[in-house]
């Protein structure tokens, strides 16, 4: 794939569209119903509060059943009925499942097919299948999105739904395929495309053969023509630039799709795409958010006993950091979810209430499920919508009800928010793929160390936005938290540097700064480009087979660098006759900043003091932290510019604590609210005061 085929994401900027409430809604797909029951649902809807549904993804195969023969009616009677009820739509290309007459014709369209969902080690949560090769029919998301007749019949159908749907007054917003994702597979078609990546990025062989080492086991490519097929690869660089490059094909897979309906869409319509839940460094997610008007995201979570919303903080702290505005909940959880049974666990009363409003405090202005109806067939019978398979009002209709109903009275209040976030999480694609590639744990990888040091921010009441290596403004920030940062240009490392020097207080983990963009090791004293502002060196490393003491009295495990301290200080030190005599934690003050470096992987209870110490050096702790572990609050400004503070109560007891801040009211009671009042929420309940009158 050439890079010039990336322009398409570099549209005049785009902003996200207005939305003066919070709309709340669900998937709805008709075409599975057992029996004609639209009228029905559509009634149960409102009397839900449900004011948006997602529709068309899915089902290719009912919009063209035969090649070239295009069917519309059965969608239209939809959406001119859901118009009628004042229920909006967003309508989504049906690109991720191809129908079985396009397989027939063209079954190299499809590289893979799935293999058996592993064994479950976590009661909590479902697994699912993988995926191996070659190509068979019967699974979504197995296309070379490259394939030419592929794209060809993409088009197609993208550009006959535009036509016909345009003007729906319905439809407010348009999604571009649903959840995608590379498939790695290195086709010769593909693999071609690499080659003239490469040819395009490094110009020569020799360039390319000294950038990844290829004099290694005597692999130097003399010509592009005979360069190898990823199959069977071990270089890092090669890995990485194969990993970036399959990311470039799904970029440019949605930016194309973005562009094409772009022609066609009203000023008053947005365009999205739903990105999986969490952190996905298999995509190069700002990337594509740039081709899109909003960003969504399908954040499933575990419900009852494990309970958690910092699965929910995570994703949407991220989602929006990918515009720095409000984002979507396309799908999330309903009931129970799984593509088999063995994970069954409906939200208790109130979670569902709880999981909604926490979505809002993350950012979010729209919440939706998957699904509005659980489905009576299919791989995902047993991922249950908001109705049950007997398709009638539930213990979840009612909940989903008190939420809807709540939403249309409170949308306007927390609509548009908007955050000041002062810490920020440095997330690399690169450093997760190069870390992969050269493990250091086996239970510990680049996204658990990531994943710690949110949580430690969750834990203590502190939000955060992500940063990415891309991003050259962090100057609203005061706080930077940088997990292994092991793949990294010198460019990126200074920046960090500079970060510290003007005043910024940096948390960074072991590995950090160890190869360069290629994964090329640095010739250089590690941590190279950031010795000054560490203020330390290092030569040697161990793993570490069993836990080491610490000073203070936790453990490291896994990894140790033998850190040799210039003008760091020492914070933790290790209880060992050997690695007693090398820091495991040292802060330097490096111009008007510190920089704390983890030589090694630290428990999540000494993570979070590390980062507690970082933000008390900021001047970012407040009364925040001194909240019951039960409480967590966010903070933000709604689009009228009022500041709303949300308390979510994460247990199944009552919690009572004081309210610190300005004068306000409880939107929910309706009350007023005075500083330093007491609140008191119920199990699974929250309260969210807005300042003001």
């Known amino acids: 794939m050439k890079l010039a085929t990336l322009i398409l994401i570099a549209v005049a900027a785009l902003a996200a569209p207005p939305f003066d409430t919070i709309y709340y809604g669900a998937s709805y797909y008709p075409e599975y119903m057992p029996y004609e029951r ?3 649902d559509i009634e149960l809807m409102k009397q839900a509060g449900i004011s948006i549904v997602r529709v068309g993804e899915s089902t290719w195969s009912s919009w063209e059943p035969k090649d070239g023969e295009f069917q519309f009616a059965w969608m239209d009677r939809v959406l001119d009925k859901l118009n009628a009820a004042g229920i909006k739509v967003i309508l989504g290309t049906p ?16 590289v893979t097919h799935p293999t058996p969902a592993p064994p479950m080690t976590d009661p909590y949560r479902g697994t699912y299948p993988g995926s191996a090769t070659p190509g068979y029919y019967g699974i979504r998301q197995n296309m070379d999105l490259t394939n030419p007749d592929y794209r060809r019949y993409c088009e197609r159908i993208i550009r006959k739904l535009m036509e ?18 590379p498939n790695g597979v290195p086709i010769p078609s593909v693999q071609r495309q690499f080659v003239e990546r490469l040819k395009e990025k490094y110009g020569t062989t ?16 003399q010509n592009w023509d005979e360069f190898p097929s990823r199959d069977g690869i071990l270089n890092p660089g090669y890995k990485l630039e194969w990993e970036r490059f399959q990311q470039d094909i799904v970029t440019d897979f949605l930016s194309w799709q973005a562009k094409i309906v772009r022609e066609y869409k009203r000023p008053d319509q947005f365009i999205t795409h739903d990105f999986v839940g969490g952190i996905r460094p298999t995509i ?8 899109l008007d909003v960003v969504a995201v399908n954040p499933y979570h575990t419900m009852q006993d494990r309970f958690d919303l910092e699965s929910i903080s995570l994703s949407g702290d991220w989602n929006r950091s990918l515009k720095q505005a409000p984002y979507l909940v396309t799908e999330t ?9 063995r994970a069954q666990l409906p939200p208790y009363d109130g979670q569902l209430r709880l999981a909604a409003y926490s979505h809002v405090a993350s950012g979010a202005t729209m919440v939706a499920y998957w699904h509005w109806h659980s489905l009576h067939y299919g791989q995902e019978t047993y991922w249950k919508g908001v109705l049950s398979h007997d398709l009638e009002p539930n213990r979840t209709y009612a909940e989903v009800s008190k939420i809807g109903n709540e939403f249309k009275k409170l949308g306007p209040e927390l609509a548009g928010l908007k955050k000041d976030n002062k810490v920020a999480i440095l997330a690399s694609t690169d450093s997760y793929h190069t870390i992969r590639f050269m493990p250091f744990s086996d239970k510990a990888d680049y996204m658990s160390v990531l994943a710690q040091m949110h949580r430690a921010l969750y834990d203590l009441n502190v939000e955060s936005d992500f940063v990415v290596p891309e991003d050259r403004d962090w100057s609203r920030y005061k706080v930077l938290l940088v997990p292994p940062l092991y793949s990294a240009p010198d460019d990126l490392l200074t920046r960090i540097a500079e970060f510290v020097r003007a005043g910024g207080h940096v948390v960074m983990a072991f590995k950090s700064g160890f190869t360069n963009e290629f994964s090329t090791v640095r010739w250089t004293m590690a941590p190279g480009p950031l010795r000054q502002a560490a203020g330390f060196h290092y030569q040697e490393f161990t793993s570490l087979p069993a836990p080491v003491r610490l000073s203070d009295g936790s453990s490291a495990t896994a990894w140790a660098e033998f850190l040799v ?6 914070v933790l030190g290790y209880e060992s006759a050997f690695l007693g005599k090398y820091p495991a934690v040292t802060r330097n003050r490096f111009g008007q900043g510190t920089l704390t470096y983890e030589g090694t992987l630290l428990s999540a209870e ?6 507690r110490g970082a933000l008390e050096r900021a001047g970012l702790t407040s009364v925040d932290q001194q909240l019951q572990a039960a409480v967590r609050v966010r903070h933000g400004r709604n689009a009228k510019g009022r500041m709303l503070h949300f308390y979510l109560n994460t247990s199944g007891a009552a919690q009572e604590f004081v309210y610190p801040y300005a004068d306000g009211a409880n939107l929910h009671a309706g009350a007023a609210v005075g500083r330093n009042s007491r609140l008191t929420l119920a199990p699974w309940d929250l309260a969210i005061v807005a300042e003001g009158r």
């Open 38 to 40: 639209v009228d029905k």
């Open 606 to 611: 000494t993570q979070r003091e590390m980062i």
């Open 206 to 221: 020799d360039v390319l053969n000294k950038a990844w080492g290829f004099v290694y086991w005597g692999q130097l490519v």
């Open 565 to 570: 301290p210039e003008t760091a200080q020492q």
């Open 284 to 291: 190069n997610q700002p990337a594509v958010a740039k081709a």
């Open 95 to 110: 690109t991720y499942s191809i129908p079985p007459w396009m397989f027939k014709k063209h079954p190299d369209i499809l």
């Open 333 to 341: 959880n309903a009931q129970s979810i799984g593509w088999d049974s």
């Open 164 to 181: 016909h749907y345009r003007n729906h007054p319905a439809i407010i917003g348009y999604q571009v395929d649903n959840e995608t994702g």
